[in-house]
């Protein structure tokens, strides 16, 4: 067998090897954590400070956050003194109008065409074996509904879980995934 028909597969074999030696591994959800250094995490109950929402808004924050990095990564949830430990508050819970609607009737106000929710969470990750990555930071995303067709009520439990999701990938790419 020549050299040239043994070159791509001794090529793949190296590449795999030399990929399996590295410290840091990558996966497809795109994080980067040694996972030779950092084994657990843990979340403290985030608490709702901003004055509005659903009455159990903090717990299902809480718990999204702890399954998302569960589903995400290989790290094990623990109670308390996780390597990477995570804590926080909701501290904006805000409706607001985007645009005006115009009655065609001149004794009738003006009303709002759009709401937007707009939700922040402040959120403290500590990294025990690395505090340079170490961040307090807010977090905030929004989801539009017409009020015309249906009220906040109806929308909101969807509003809400929709707007965590995107908070908890941004805190994710800040945390873990260092992007």
Do not use: H
């Not at 009455?55 to 718990?63: C, I, K, Y």
């Amino acid at each position: 067998m020549k050299l040239t028909s043994r070159l791509p597969v001794l090529l793949i074999c190296c590449l795999f090897f030399g990929l399996q030696a590295c410290s840091v591994k990558y996966s497809f959800t795109g994080t980067n954590i040694n996972y030779d250094l950092v084994k657990t995490f843990t979340v403290e109950n985030f608490f709702n400070d901003s004055g509005g929402g659903p009455a159990n808004m903090e717990q299902l924050f809480t718990e999204s956050l702890k399954e998302y990095y569960q589903r995400n990564t290989q790290l094990e949830l623990v109670r308390s003194n996780g390597d990477l430990q995570f804590a926080g508050a909701i501290n904006r819970y805000s409706l607001t109008p985007q645009s005006a609607v115009s009655s065609n009737d001149p004794n009738l106000p003006d009303r709002a065409g759009q709401m937007r929710l707009t939700i922040a969470v402040e959120v403290e990750y500590i990294n025990l074996t690395n505090e340079e990555e170490n961040l307090r930071r807010t977090f905030s995303f929004f989801q539009d509904y017409d009020p015309r067709t249906t009220t906040l009520l109806d929308v909101e439990s969807q509003l809400v879980e929709e707007i965590f999701e995107n908070i908890i990938q941004d805190i994710f790419t800040a945390t873990v995934a260092n992007w």
